[in-house]
């Protein structure tokens, strides 16, 4: 993916201060919007524009029709037809001119696509300056089934840099839009800048992890610490992790826009919040600080320290059971059964009256892997699990 250098860094770190204070002041909050990424559906994709399927320049044909209401009469048979029908590289196209024009009047997409990032075979550069800050992708760059089903999707990614120079209220026109497309956002990055240093500094946070101010839900966060910390220079502490969907990084924003010799005091504190066992809302690019100071106490403190107040929202654990999770859970309960009990139950069944066999049958309650599903869900896959098992000729499938 391509990222600014960090020589271009260095020469734009006083502008995007300056940025980032703006907005600060235009909308009263204090927490910055600094990463998004969010997936649509080709099928809740909308017709491609009149221009895009039919140029003003292209040759028109002699037609009963004068060339307007050809195109109008074409567009709209089109639009009719199912949405898979669309080539998926007219919708990218469409796709990332609506993401630019809620970035603002600066950005504009690439005319040709390029090599594709994640899994996806193209990706659409969404520019600013001719330097590319985020991009649409689309089509998978494999046949796997999982990549089968990503090539159903569009992925928008906007980086810092497009988050930073886009035109005011973009985050809010972003959200209508992903609404309106169904969207579901996969990363949400939400930033904290104390421009004039942060009172302890990254020691100071330290600190506060290990007196327990950071913990979450009673529970102490797995921590990683980055950079020159022997000489307290380029520094950066993290705790959460993304594998949960929420991890914090405090870093030395400074050093990093600036350099270190600049002694700029500038700490950022960012929360990444990911789709990993969540479901991320479109209004928390709305009410950034709300899911911000609803992170931990310790975020709401950190937003208090800059007299700011927001009533806190938090971004709920939904584990997720999805089939394959039902069938392992039952695969393994019959191989248990077969294997290890099938034996004591054979004798049970053969020496026992009906009468006293009968109570064995009706368990108090569900083995403790099996209680997280509700019977239906252990109907369904005891039914798939013994057809498989018929299907191997007797055999108890492993799961995988």
């Known amino acids: 993916m391509t990222r600014p250098s960090r ?4 020469l734009d770190g006083g502008e995007i201060k300056y940025r980032l204070e703006a907005e600060r002041l235009a909308t009263g909050s204090a927490v910055h919007v600094d990463w998004l990424r969010f997936t649509v559906l080709l099928r809740h994709a909308e017709a491609p524009d009149i ?3 039919f140029p003003k320049d292209a040759p028109v044909y002699d037609s009963i029709w004068d060339a307007k209401t050809r195109q109008i009469k074409l567009h709209k048979a089109l639009s009719l037809l199912p949405d898979a029908d669309f080539a998926a590289g007219v919708q990218a196209g469409q796709l990332a001119r609506e993401v630019c024009d809620a970035l603002g009047a600066d950005f504009m997409p690439a005319v040709e696509p390029g090599k594709g ?3 996806y075979r193209y990706r659409l550069p969404i520019l600013r300056n001719d330097c590319e800050v985020g991009w649409v992708g689309y089509l998978s760059s494999g046949d796997s089934p999982r990549q089968a089903a990503q090539a159903k999707t569009m992925h928008v990614n906007l980086y810092g840099a497009a988050c930073t120079f886009a035109a005011r209220g973009w985050s809010d026109r972003l959200a209508d839009l992903i609404d309106e497309r169904h969207g579901d956002i996969t990363r949400c990055d939400l930033a904290l800048d104390f421009f004039d240093g942060l009172a302890g500094g990254l020691d100071g946070v330290m600190q506060d992890y290990k007196t327990g101010l950071c913990d979450s839900g009673g529970r102490k966060l ?12 380029e520094r950066s502490f993290y705790f959460g992790s993304k594998e949960a969907g929420k991890q914090t990084n405090v870093y030395e924003k400074g050093d990093q826009l600036f350099g270190l010799e600049s002694n700029n005091p500038w700490v950022r504190v960012e929360l990444r919040y990911g789709n990993k066992l969540r479901v991320l809302p479109s209004d928390m690019l709305r009410r950034p600080s709300d899911f911000f100071a609803g992170a931990s106490e310790w975020h709401a403190l950190k937003l ?5 107040f927001s009533p806190p929202e938090s971004v709920r654990c939904e584990p997720r059971l999805p089939l394959e999770t039902v069938d392992a859970e ?3 309960n019959m191989r248990w059964q077969m294997n290890v009990a099938g034996a004591t139950l054979a004798a049970a069944f053969e020496f026992l009256t009906f009468e ?8 108090k309650r569900l083995p403790g892997r099996l209680a997280n599903f509700t019977k239906d869900e252990l109907r369904a896959a005891y039914a798939r699990v013994v057809s498989s098992i018929s299907s191997a000729g007797g055999a108890c499938p492993v799961p995988a």
Do not use: I
Not at 7 to 10: G, I, K, T
């Open 330 to 332: 039952v695969t393994r």
């Open 117 to 119: 990032h994640d899994f």
């Open 222 to 233: 797995k921590c990683n610490t980055v950079g020159d910390w022997a000489n307290g220079r």
């Open 7 to 10: 020589s271009s860094l260095v």
């Open 304 to 308: 208090a320290e800059l007299g700011k």
């Open 51 to 53: 221009e895009v399927m």
């Open 356 to 363: 006293e066999f009968q109570p064995l049958l009706y368990a």
